[in-house]
């Protein structure tokens, strides 16, 4: 099973740039994963990230699920919006994470440029607040994306179905393997 999450709620949506904010950006390309993953996905419901974790881990477990959340970066400097491109975090030191994040980020960057790599997933990337919380609490291998900044809205919405449709293929191929 995949289990498709969206970062952040509805209290607190995360990034935001003009009114164009991540939780519910998200939320729409949660919606389009899932479809593209037919019957191999599931969507976890919103809510805390605890509640989500814990819907997530009270599933039954198979070695291959993985469970994913989509997040969108954002950075300011000199309180200007800056940054783009797509990442990929992992659970530090997971090999399957590593393997699943490479695959995935792999698929994303062909059209979400340019490519960050995937990155051992810190709190706050961060090494000394330790892993983050998704990637450290899910009990079967679990990825963030992150696909671009939050500023760079057009992209973002006029890319979204084909990125989806790219990052659903990788992750039932890499259920696969």
């Not at 198979?62 to 959340?69: F, G, K, Q």
């Not at 590593?98 to 490519?115: F, I, K, R, Y």
């Not at 057009?154 to 393997?177: H, N, P, Q, V």
């Amino acid at each position: 099973m995949i289990y498709v999450s969206a970062g952040h709620h509805t209290e607190k949506p995360g990034a935001c740039f003009e009114g164009f904010c991540e939780h519910y950006e998200a939320m729409l390309w949660q919606s389009a994963i899932a479809n593209y993953l037919g019957h191999d996905g599931m969507v976890v419901s919103a809510g805390t990230l605890k509640e989500k974790v814990d819907f997530i881990n009270s599933r039954p477990r198979h070695n291959d699920d993985v469970a994913i959340e989509i997040h969108f970066n954002s950075a300011m400097r000199d309180g200007a919006h800056v940054g783009k491109g797509s990442e990929t975090l992992y659970y530090p030191e997971s090999k399957r994470g590593e393997l699943v994040a490479a695959h995935v980020q792999n698929a994303m960057s062909a059209l979400m440029t340019p490519d960050r790599g995937i990155k051992e997933g810190w709190y706050q990337m961060n090494k000394a607040k330790g892993p983050d919380f998704f990637l450290a609490k899910t009990v079967c291998t679990s990825i963030i994306i992150e696909p671009e900044f939050i500023h760079r809205k057009a992209k973002i919405t006029g890319r979204r179905d084909k990125a989806c449709a790219l990052i659903a293929k990788a992750l039932l191929e890499i259920i696969s393997t």
